[in-house]
């Protein structure tokens, strides 16, 4: 168990819709990074949060946003649903905004959009 | 999106059998990570490599930071049924962490 908290487990949304997803970091960690992984895939990077700033993001359209809170706790939003968006979204923290250090990564969120 | 070629894509094995497995690139990386992730999981990190040629273990794992600096190895002794899972890696550069197709291990008694 990481301490990487992640809600809600299951989501089924239609296309076009908007989904919040939630992560709440381990205690004491500043950074939090958010992947999406298809299935069958490897996780893809879609953008980390460093003491409430980006602090890097991968090739995700606009449509994927984030927001990281004083208590590091982090949100991704997606608007728009495609159904490619259907994927396990994983969240991970660690203790400075770097992939040097160890990400601890959450159980993730199964998204499913029809 | 980009991802990191690994092979095999897949392993049955026996229990006791040593595992090897790698991946790929064509971009060069400046740190190489090995992660396992179980079904209903996240990945957790097994071995972080910083310097090209450098061969790090953990327990029964060992890995390489390969010299060219666009692939890495992993490698398994004695495999125990707990194994089983899928293997990614994973290289870093600047502020983007690129993860490998993974490996899924199985491994009977």
């Known amino acids: 168990e990481t301490g990487v908290t992640q809600s809600p487990t299951h989501l089924i949304k239609t296309r076009g819709q908007q989904v919040t997803l939630r992560c709440s970091s381990q205690?004491?960690?500043?950074?939090v990074s958010w992947y999406q992984q298809a299935l069958g895939q490897g996780p893809q990077f879609i953008f980390q949060y460093y003491r409430e700033e980006e602090n890097g993001r991968g090739n995700f359209p606009p449509r994927f946003s984030g927001l990281q809170f004083p208590n590091y706790s982090s949100e991704l939003n997606v608007n728009a649903l495609e159904l490619d968006d259907s994927a396990l979204y994983l969240c991970?923290?660690?203790?400075?905004?770097?992939?040097?250090?160890?990400?601890?990564f959450g159980p993730g969120t199964r998204l499913t959009v029809l | 999106g980009q991802q990191l070629n690994q092979s095999p894509q897949s392993m049955f094995i026996q229990e006791g059998e040593d595992v090897s497995m790698n991946c790929t690139s064509s971009?060069?990386?400046?740190?190489w990570l090995w992660y396992k992730q179980d079904p209903g999981e996240g990945p957790v990190l097994l071995i972080a490599l910083y310097k090209a040629g450098e061969l790090t273990s953990n327990g029964r794992l060992t890995a390489q930071f390969g010299i060219t600096r666009k692939d890495s190895f992993l490698n398994i002794s004695a495999s125990i049924p707990s194994d089983v899972g899928i293997y990614f890696c994973?290289?870093?550069?600047?502020?983007?962490?690129?993860f490998g197709t993974g490996t899924r291990l199985q491994v009977f008694p």
């Open positions: 994973a290289g870093h550069n600047t502020d983007k962490l690129i």
């Open positions: 971009s060069i990386f400046n740190t």
């Open positions: 205690s004491g960690h500043n950074t």
């Open positions: 991970a923290s660690s203790l400075e905004g770097s992939f040097l250090d160890t990400q601890y």
